[in-house]
Every structure is written in structure tokens, then in C-alpha cells.
């Protein structure tokens, strides 16, 4: 059964993607050319500029929700850009929880599907013993590569944010510069791609579309992620830590190794996103593999509060905006920048949340404390 205090904060997240939507439609009525042309004489015939206004919002939103939802084509690439997300959210969400701030999903990312596309083209094994091998070795990548962070703030105190924020540009690097290498360039070509995988690393695809196995190894680690917070004394550990570290440490919990096991558990998380995008979706490795990925997934996981159902959620919504934008630019030549727009304005509400309140008079209880880092 959901809590009260959850439920409010996803109506919070619910009515931020409302007002941010509210915000898109005031961008999109003030560059409309046919809003401007009726414009110019409002006073004469206001109602044409009403009528324009409400034709030009009612015609991108549409684009776009049928770009996200319209058929099984659409939806299919609405679940596919969706899964890396739910992956990538899964570990900044999992990383806030334990009270540590990874912004190097990135990364781990980046170095997941770097181990997942080197034994995906050059290790040659059966088709079902490749999948698991590659997608491992994804796991194991990533969590190694966050391990360090986790590693260095029990050891030395090194911050997590500047840690996880290094190890994002060491981890393209690395990348970009191995693949000039013989090891990892594809042979017969100057740019800095890898051999694609073999068939039988690749994930299973479904309904004729681009839609792979991915989809439901990301729910299972959400389910894996919500059992572990909720239900295990590993999480209940984590939780601890995250809440008040000085008080954990008191009641004889190893902080130092709890900052590493969530770091490593964060690791593989986002190293499973990039097994996903090198096994399912790109196929070959490139230095752009990652794209925004695990920044979007700090995103995803600021909307979702910090819980795996709410992270899921929001990774939906983010893979929508992102399928449905591509037949919104085409369908009514609304930049796709609009909705890199309508990302950032519910980031910036979902950090706000008394703005959201007071935009829609909400009163928040007496007793409801606002967290330093995490959510517990």
C-alpha cells in the first residue's frame, strides 16, 4: 500500500509536468507564425488570435502525443527510449537513497557498454550464454567504474558529485580514444566505431519493432531495487546511512562500506543501461553511445521521488517526450527543442516544490521535513 506522504509528493511531480506543459503552450503561441500574423489585429478580431493560439497548441501536443502512443510503432520507440532511463534513474534514485549523489550514471554507462560491446564482437560464445556474458559484463562494468567513487568517498571523504562528475569524462574519453585503437575500431574505417555485435549477443526483438528483451530486464531491476529498499537489511542499511549516517555509524552500521556497496550497486545499474543500448539498440560501439542518458536519468530520478515505481513512471514519460518529439518536428515543424524546454522546466519544479504549491494552493503539513540529500 502506497503512503500518504508518497502519494503527495507524486501529485507534486504530476502537477509539475502539468505546469510545464502550460509553459511549453506559452512558447509555442508566441512562435506560431499564424498566432503573430492574427495578432497583429487582435483588437479588430480578437478571437482569431484565440483560435490561432489554441490551434497551434492543440496541434503540437497532439503530434506529439500521437508521435509517443499513435500505433504500435510509435509506442514501441516510446518503450525503447524509455528502457536505458528507467536503468539510469534506477541508479542516481538507488545512489540518493544511501544519501550520495551520483552524477556519473553517465559514465558507468559509458563504461558498461564498453565491456558489454567488447564481449559482444569479440568473444564468440552460444546465443543464450552471449546475451547473459555481454549483459554481465555491462553489469560488472559499470559497477566497477562507480566503485571508485564509492571507494574513495570511504576512504578519503572525496565528494561523490566531483568524483562521478570526472569519471564521466574520463569514461568518453577512454571510450573515444579506444576506438581509434586496432582493439576496438571496426577494420576498414577511420572513425572512431567498434564492430557490431554478434547476432547472438544481440537482445531479442519484438512485433517487428525496435523493441528488445531490455524492456523487461529494466522492470526486474526496478522490482529488484524497490525489494531491496523496502523489504531487505541491506536496504534498510542503505536508508539508515542515507538519513542520518552519524546516527548509523552510532548503532554499529559501516558507513564507509555502505557508500561502497551502494555505489557499486548504483554502478551496475547504469552499466546494465549501457549493456541495453550496445546489445539492443545501437548495436556498434561509438563514442555517442551514451548521449544524454545519464544525465536524463539524474532527471528522471528528481520526478520519480526517489522511489522505483515513481523512477519507472517518470522514465516513461521522458521516453514519450522523446519518441513523440521527432513526429512533433515533423508533423508541425515545432523545434525538438521544445522538448529539451519542457525537460528542464519540470526539473527546475520538481526541485521547487513550494512553487508548485502555491501555483495550485496546496498547503504542506506541519510535520513534513525537507531532506538535506535523498530520500528516505
Known amino acids: ?13 504530476a502537477l509539475a509536468v502539468l505546469l510545464a506543459l502550460i509553459v511549453g503552450a506559452v512558447l509555442i503561441i508566441v512562435s506560431s507564425p499564424d498566432v503573430t500574423s492574427a495578432f497583429g489585429y487582435f483588437f479588430a ?25 499513435g500505433g504500435k510503432y510509435q509506442f514501441a520507440e516510446t518503450l525503447v527510449a524509455a528502457t ?33 560491446g567488447w564481449v559482444g564482437f569479440a568473444v564468440h560464445l552460444p546465443p543464450v550464454l552471449h546475451v547473459l556474458a555481454a549483459t554481465l559484463a555491462g553489469i560488472l562494468g559499470g559497477a566497477l567504474w562507480a566503485g571508485i567513487a564509492g571507494l574513495l568517498k570511504a576512504r578519503t ?55 528488445h528483451l531490455g524492456l523487461f530486464v529494466a522492470v526486474l531491476a526496478a522490482a529488484f531495487v524497490w525489494w531491496l529498499l523496502a523489504r531487505s537489511t541491506a536496504g534498510f542499511q542503505l536508508r539508515a546511512v542515507g538519513a542520518n549516517p552519524d546516527a548509523a ?42 548521449g544524454s542518458l545519464g544525465f536524463d ?5 528528481l520526478l520519480g521521488r526517489g522511489s522505483p515505481l515513481g523512477t519507472v513512471c517518470a522514465a516513461l514519460l ?27 522546466v519540470i526539473v527546475l519544479l520538481v526541485a ?7 501555483v495550485f494552493r496546496i498547503r504542506a503539513e506541519r510535520a513534513e521535513a525537507v531532506a538535506a540529500k535523498g530520500w528516505n
Not at 500500500?1 to 511531480?13: C, F, G, I, N, T
Not at 489554441?54 to 508521435?67: C, I, K, M, R, S
Not at 536519468?297 to 530520478?301: C, H, K, L, S
Not at 522523446?322 to 529539451?340: C, D, F, H, I, S
Open 1 to 13: 500500500m502506497l503512503d500518504r506522504k508518497w502519494l503527495r509528493e507524486l501529485a507534486v511531480s
Open 249 to 290: 555509524r552510532t548503532a554499529g552500521m559501516n558507513v564507509g562500506r555502505t557508500y561502497v556497496v551502494a555505489m557499486l550497486l548504483a554502478g551496475g545499474l547504469a552499466g546494465l543501461a549501457g549493456s541495453q543500448q550496445v546489445l539492443g539498440t545501437d548495436l556498434p560501439l561509438t563514442n555517442g553511445i551514451a
Open 157 to 211: 571523504g572525496a565528494h561523490e558529485v566531483i568524483t562521478t562528475i570526472m569519471g564521466n569524462y574520463v569514461a568518453l574519453y577512454a571510450l573515444t580514444w579506444l576506438l581509434s585503437t586496432s582493439a576496438l575500431q571496426r577494420p576498414g574505417r577511420r572513425e572512431p566505431i567498434s564492430p557490431v555485435v554478434d547476432d547472438t549477443a544481440q537482445l531479442p526483438q519484438f512485433l517487428g519493432t525496435r523493441l
Open 84 to 116: 536505458p532511463l528507467i536503468c539510469t534513474g534506477l541508479a542516481v534514485t538507488l545512489a540518493f537513497r544511501a544519501g550520495l549523489f551520483n552524477i556519473g550514471a553517465q559514465g558507468q554507462l559509458i563504461a558498461g557498454a564498453l565491456a558489454a
Open 45 to 69: 478580431r480578437p478571437l482569431d488570435t484565440v483560435s490561432a493560439a489554441g490551434t497551434a497548441v492543440g496541434d503540437t501536443y497532439q503530434a506529439l502525443f500521437l508521435g509517443a502512443f
Open 352 to 358: 521547487a516544490p513550494a512553487l508548485v504549491r502555491a
Open 318 to 344: 521522458f521516453g514519450a517526450l522523446k519518441a513523440g518529439g521527432n513526429e512533433m518536428q515533423a508533423a508541425t515543424g515545432t523545434p525538438l527543442t521544445l522538448v529539451t524546454v519542457l525537460q528542464a
Open 297 to 301: 536519468g539524474i532527471t528522471v530520478a
